[in-house]
């Protein structure tokens, strides 16, 4: 008699555990979707080009991969730009300063700033993306060779748009 | 199961295994680090920092393992109210805190030449810095009363709680955009780390779980010798040996025999 009613305890413990848990995940997943601008690091250049005109005064970062043959410098000597796309939508984007090591073309980066009124992104940071992959040089020139790369960088722009 | 998780079957199981483990755990991490500093190949882009690779997946691996171990201790100690269940718990924080603030130190000095900054507050570090607080917190909270039951209640309630935040870690970078690199390791496609960078890798995820498994077991087994010392005393049990062997605290001794 008293054994199943401290199972039945034991039971109910467990069903009142069950229930705050879900409870708690059901409150956590409704925060983090309805904050998921905030949540997110970056915008897409197509995220940028649908919210677009975006107040000049509004920080934002931007993230994408730098498109092939973009990269300039401007005549100031000092001040770089490059478009970065998400092979659907392209932005410009303007940065004075270090730039880091991974950075170059075809490279995914992620740059703080904000929108100028010609539609430039004017960039304070300019961080690089490391994707997924990990391999050897070795490996990694005969994956070029064989034109397996290109997949590899659609899929990385892809994963951008998000 | 209630047979197994009794503390003199807990001991007496244990006894045997611990040095094979302690071995194997000292072989993987060694020929895991050889693997990992020596005989493996540089990435095509990051160079020799790749290398913080092998420290940092087993940490942040190891991280969410020792929460989902403490969170499971303190669900079975509240609904069986099984002692063992909130010592392995109470072992088990420090360990996971230490694994997932290895994990951010690395991450923090793989970003600064990878990314170009030490920290951003992207979802997957934030959630794992999240990590740590929980342990922080739970720490912080079995401690904080004087009555040993109830630090294990509310931290048993904290521990399941935060588990939420173990699916978050872990799919923030599927669920959000995110600085921080997709998952390599498992993932649909299958792993993205070329075979010559999983054998390192797969060495000190095995050396750090069976690391993590020897110092549970020597942690649990401290706490019950701990406790049967504690329960000894106040038996009087110390008093009756008093007569044929030397005395090991006497003032015990006098405030226990009135």
């Known amino acids: ?43 897409s ?15 934002l970062r931007i993230g994408g991969l730098v498109e092939e043959g ?11 730009a490059f478009v970065v796309t998400d092979m659907a939508q392209s932005v410009t984007v303007a ?17 703080e700033g904000h929108m100028n009124a010609n539609g430039m992104f004017v960039a304070s940071e300019v961080l690089a993306k490391h994707d997924e992959n990990y391999m050897p040089p070795e490996v990694a020139e005969s994956l070029k060779k064989s ?16 | 199961m209630h047979r197994f998780a009794k503390p003199s079957v807990f001991l007496k199981l244990t006894a045997p295994i611990l040095p094979w483990l302690a071995g194997a755990t000292a072989i993987l991490i060694a020929a895991g680090l050889y693997f990992a500093l020596f005989a493996s190949p540089i990435d095509y882009q990051q160079g020799d920092t790749v290398r913080i690779m092998y420290l940092h997946v087993p940490s942040a691996w190891m991280g969410l393992f020792c929460y989902v171990g403490m969170a499971i201790c303190g669900a079975m100690s509240l609904i069986w109210k099984h002692p ?3 010592i392995c718990a109470r072992a088990t924080a420090p360990i996971g805190a230490t694994f997932t603030a290895l994990c951010l130190i690395t991450g923090s000095l793989w970003g600064e030449p990878m990314w170009g900054t030490w920290w951003v507050w992207d979802a997957r570090l934030t959630s794992m810095l999240i990590l740590l607080f929980l342990y922080l917190g ?7 009363f004087d009555d040993p039951d109830r630090g294990s209640k509310a931290g048993s309630a904290l521990a399941l709680v935060g588990a939420v935040n173990v699916p978050i870690v872990k799919f923030s970078v599927d669920w959000w955009n995110t600085l921080h690199q997709p998952a390599s390791i498992v993932r649909m496609d299958g792993p993205a780390v070329d075979p010559s960078m999983q054998l390192p890798l797969a060495l000190m995820i095995l050396g750090f779980t069976g690391y993590y498994f020897v110092v549970l077991i020597l942690r649990v087994r401290l706490e019950l010798n701990e406790r049967r010392i504690r329960a000894l005393h106040l038996s009087g049990m110390f008093d009756d040996n008093a007569q044929d062997a030397e005395p090991y605290d006497p003032g015990h001794n006098a405030e226990t025999s009135q």
């Open chain 1, 45 to 59: 250049p197509s995220e940028i080009v649908e919210k677009s005109p975006i107040d000049p005064d509004q920080r």
């Open chain 1, 70 to 80: 973009t990269v300039t410098k401007l005549q100031d000597g000092k001040t770089i």
């Open chain 1, 1 to 43: 008699m008293s054994l199943s009613r401290a199972k039945s305890r034991k039971r109910q413990r467990m069903y009142i555990i069950g229930a705050v848990l879900l409870a708690v995940a059901g409150a956590a997943a409704l925060a983090l979707t309805a904050f998921e601008d905030s949540v997110v690091f970056f915008f």
């Open chain 2, 84 to 86: 063992l269940a909130d």
């Open chain 1, 147 to 162: 034109g397996y790369w290109e997949e590899i960088e659609a899929k990385n722009a892809k994963k951008m748009r998000n």
């Open chain 2, 138 to 144: 739970y720490i912080a909270l079995v401690n904080a």
């Open chain 1, 95 to 111: 940065y004075s300063g270090i730039l880091p090591d991974l950075f170059r073309e075809g490279q995914g980066i992620v740059a």
